[in-house]
């Protein structure tokens, strides 16, 4: 099942970037920062479920500021924004939050896999939309 969803996951995004033609860089930066905010969105919302507390999950979890360690990618990220419009810019904000919502209420928190689960897919998510949204225009 794993190799399955990976392989999915992997075709869908290829199929996104073909989409998105020249504007694929800039999307693969859009849902490479969103992706990220997943996860700390969810460490910063959820309990950790391993309770022997160990993983290098529970590591980043004990040691992360996650409204910090996004800043820097964000900065970046609004550097590009003087050429991307708002709406491509801020479509996986939304996605980020929704997916890690929904599984961390599905699963009643997270483990370091989980987190991997909601960067991937949130990664998905975001390059669906935003070639969708390059199809339409």
Known sequence: SGVLALAVVLL???ASLVQLGDRAPMALCLAGF???VAPLWAMSRFRYLRL???GTAAFHRQ?????WDALPALIVITGFAISISPLD???GAPVALLVAERLGRKLGGYTGDSYGAALVLTEAITLLLLAGLAGSS
């Open 12 to 14: 869908l995004e290829l």
């Open 52 to 54: 022997d507390g160990s």
């Open 63 to 67: 040691h992360g500021r996650p409204g």
């Open 34 to 36: 969103w992706s990220r």
């Open 89 to 91: 810019l801020l479509i």
